[in-house]
């Protein structure tokens, strides 16, 4: 069975879901999250980039395109 292809809009959703927590509970806890997901998130696209996914996360967008 193959992973599934994710696409950016996917990723971001992610991101913005692990932003949230970020404000509930604490930068450390929301970075140790989104690394989790980073290397959960490993190979469901080849274009995936586990330190955007991570400061994308953490409210840190590294390019217009990543931001809202």
């Known amino acids: 069975m193959s992973a599934p292809v994710f696409q950016h ?8 879901t692990i932003a ?3 404000g509930k509970f604490g930068s450390d806890d929301a970075r140790i999250i989104a690394e ?3 290397d ?3 190979g ?6 586990r330190q955007r996914f991570i ?3 953490m409210g ?3 390019s ?3 931001r809202s």
């Open 9 to 16: 809009r996917h990723y971001v959703r992610i991101a913005e």
């Open 20 to 22: 949230s927590i970020r």
């Open 36 to 38: 989790h997901f980073a």
């Open 40 to 42: 959960a998130l490993r």
């Open 44 to 49: 469901t696209s080849p274009n995936f980039d």
């Open 55 to 57: 400061s994308a996360a």
């Open 60 to 62: 840190e967008p590294s």
């Open 64 to 66: 217009g395109r990543d």
